[in-house]
């Protein structure tokens, strides 16, 4: 099972990276919107997780992508930030599939991406 | 948990003791009046200053300088010297000996408070840990070698980062210093220093609202935290 995680903090992506390969997952890292779609034009993954505001592209404009120009339904997880309700709301709006809330516990991210994956 | 400073007295009067009697429950505090009890004492506890009454005369209070410093036992914990007279000859024979500071009389409560705010071991008491690792260690699962990497990581950028925003600040780009001040949080929140989150937290909302003042003021006051928690860090 392939995951994509699109986020620009590093110590962050690490974090989340460290936790999905424990689980078993394979996991490719990328820090901004504009790689997440370079990539995933030859790429397939069962799950992207993004982080909303990153420089280039963000989080809205890549599952824009995901969903309107490349037509996927890959499940996608939105990391957002503490009252940015009106973000959240926008990328479900977009295709979103779910989100969780930085900071966030690994344990809470893990359980929601198997519940995708599966 | 607040250290009680131990602090052993050489005098035959009780002067020191009543300038000590408002803040004696932070101290313990050992009254002896002659060189034989005190060794005795210092043989048998450890001591965080050492306060000699020169009224017990000079001479008496410069061998028992001279002994203390020279035992290695005893010989690093400071010893400050009471007296009620100036004079400059008999504080050069001091400072030969080593002492590490004059109280002069009348002590006050203040004179006394500011030699104990300079122990070494009060600085001990102030450094309470400001960290809190738990964060981290949900990711780590327990993985040493993952929380190692986290913290070089930490250690090695986020003075570029308290840089940036200083010359983002000067800049007058408010947008950057957004964006910047949105990740730090997130990286802060891994070492649980509460207040630090905190305050990069408001600096982004002050930021996004362009209040100079307080900006300049968060910014100083993150950064002053943040090398707070890179020195207790660096020592994990």
Redesign the interface.
């Known amino acids: 099972m392939k995951i994509l995680v699109c986020e620009?903090?590093?110590?962050?992506s690490?974090?989340i990276e460290?936790?999905l390969k424990?689980e078993g997952y394979e996991i490719t890292c990328v820090e901004n919107g504009k790689e997440a779609m370079e990539i995933l034009e030859d790429n397939e993954f069962n799950l992207i997780i993004t982080d909303m505001?990153m420089?280039y592209s963000n989080g809205l404009e890549l599952i824009d992508f995901v969903r309107t120009k490349q037509k996927m339904d890959t499940p996608i997880i939105v990391l957002s930030?503490v009252g940015d309700s009106t973000t959240v709301v926008e990328a479900f709006k977009m295709g979103a599939n779910d989100y969780v809330t930085?900071?966030f516990?690994?344990?809470e991210l893990i359980l929601r991406s198997k519940r995708l994956i599966s | 948990m607040k250290k009680i400073l131990n602090i052993i007295i050489l005098e035959n009067n009780n002067s020191l003791i009543n300038s000590i009697e408002p803040i004696k429950n932070e101290l313990n505090v050992t009254i002896v009046e002659n060189k034989k009890t005190l060794f005795e004492h210092l043989s048998n506890n450890t001591f965080d200053l050492i306060i000699l009454d020169s009224e017990t005369s000079l001479t008496n209070v410069l061998t028992v300088l001279k002994d203390i410093k020279n035992d290695e036992k005893w010989s690093q914990t400071p010893v400050f010297v009471s007296h009620s007279e100036s004079n400059l000859d008999q504080m050069k024979q001091l400072k030969v000996v080593g002492f590490s500071g004059i109280l002069k009389k009348p002590i006050s409560l203040k004179k006394l408070q500011t030699v104990f705010e300079r122990l070494p071991i009060k600085k001990e008491i102030t450094e309470d840990k400001i960290y809190d690792l738990s964060y981290l260690r949900m990711f780590s699962g327990g993985d040493k070698e993952f929380e190692a990497g986290i913290i070089k990581y930490y250690l090695e950028n986020s003075n570029i980062v308290t840089t940036e925003l200083q010359n983002e600040f000067d800049n007058k780009d408010f947008k950057k210093i957004v964006k910047i001040a949105h990740t730090f949080a997130n990286q802060s929140y891994f070492f649980g220093y509460k207040s630090l989150y905190k305050n990069i937290q408001i600096l982004e909302k002050e930021a996004t609202s362009e209040k100079t003042k307080n900006v300049k003021r968060l910014i100083l006051e993150i950064t002053k935290q943040n090398n707070q928690l890179l020195t207790q860090l660096s020592k994990i």
């Open positions: 620009d903090d590093v110590m962050l690490k974090g460290f936790r424990k505001l420089p930030r930085k900071p516990s690994p344990e």
